[in-house]
């Protein structure tokens, strides 16, 4: 079922004409009534009737806002105009919000691709698009926005693992846009029955679970440490080669292939250590 426009007409004007439809009533009641004209009087009384009834047509439309028209069970279409407006009175109305909302989902324990326990949530913006899908296709679309997003963000989460352990795969904590874009499309998928547009997606909470927090905490720990001791390790050679390398080309020493050996060692225990080294003057020769 798709939305379409139903029947409604501007309601200013439309007052004016009920305005003169009960003085015309009135006047032929009190005009008919002193000469016992029972037809007049019937007729007039018939009519205010009718005047009144054609109030209940009057309904408002506010901005950003739909009204579902059912004619007894029958969809009949949507109001969308703003503003004042009339319609078959014998038309239920049901007020539809069209302005953007957004939500954010509780904490979902779930295990990612490579089966870790993670806790994630998110926030999702979205708005109603078609009024006729929202009302009829889902018994409440609201909750079946809540429900649906919670659903696609499982989905979503266990396709993808926490941390990226090869170059160019996508996870959870390092490829924020992709992940929020998969999210978006996932939802919407779901949401499209209801007549409800996702506008946007996004991870709001991603924290690995609390039992195993503790053990990643340390591996990302040891990962820190290794990526940049072997940075330290890259500069400490490419210094000591820059030194043997001048020391040779100046002819400042000469060292036989012992000694650079040694000297090599010493300057990376130097340049890689964590501490501060203490400086040993020799004050012989070099072979003492």
């Known amino acids: 079922m798709n939305e379409h426009k139903g029947f409604s007409l501007a309601g200013i004007p439309f007052v004016g004409v009920c305005i003169v439809l009960f003085a015309i009533a009135t006047f032929a009641v009190l005009v008919s009534a002193p000469a016992q004209q029972a037809i007049g009087v019937v007729a007039g009384l018939a009519l205010e009737v009718i005047t009144a009834f054609m ?3 009057f309904f408002q439309v506010a901005p950003n806002e739909g009204q579902v028209l059912q004619l007894f ?6 109001a969308r105009v703003e503003g004042l407006r009339w319609t078959n009175p014998f038309y239920s109305k049901r007020r539809i919000s069209l302005r953007v909302r957004n939500f954010e989902s509780g904490k979902l324990k779930v295990n990612d691709n490579d089966g870790n326990p993670i806790e994630i949530a998110a926030v999702v913006v979205w708005q109603v698009l078609d009024t006729a899908e929202a009302v009829f296709c889902v018994d409440d679309y609201e909750n079946y926005v809540h429900i649906q997003t919670e659903s696609a963000l499982r989905q979503m989460a266990q396709s993808y693992p926490y941390d990226a352990h090869d170059d160019g795969k996508p996870s959870l904590r390092s490829h924020g846009d992709v992940i929020n874009s998969h999210l978006r499309d996932e939802i919407q998928t779901r949401l499209g029955k209801a007549g409800v547009g996702v506008i946007e997606a996004r991870i709001s909470h991603l924290a690995y679970a609390q039992e195993i ?8 720990q040891a990962g820190a440490i290794i990526a940049a001791r072997t940075r330290i390790v890259e500069g400490a050679v490419s210094m ?5 390398e001048q020391l040779s080309r100046r002819g400042v020493v000469q060292l036989d292939e012992e000694r650079k050996a040694a000297m090599v060692s010493n300057l990376l225990v130097v340049l890689c250590g964590e501490r501060g080294t203490q400086p040993v003057v020799n004050t012989g020769t070099l072979y003492n």
Request: aromatic letters at 4%; charged letters at 20%; hydrophobic letters at 45%.
């Open 240 to 244: 000591v080669e820059m030194a043997l």
């Open 213 to 220: 927090a503790q053990a990643m905490l340390q591996r990302q």
């Open 55 to 57: 109030l209940k047509g």
């Open 73 to 78: 069970g029958k969809y009949a279409g949507t």
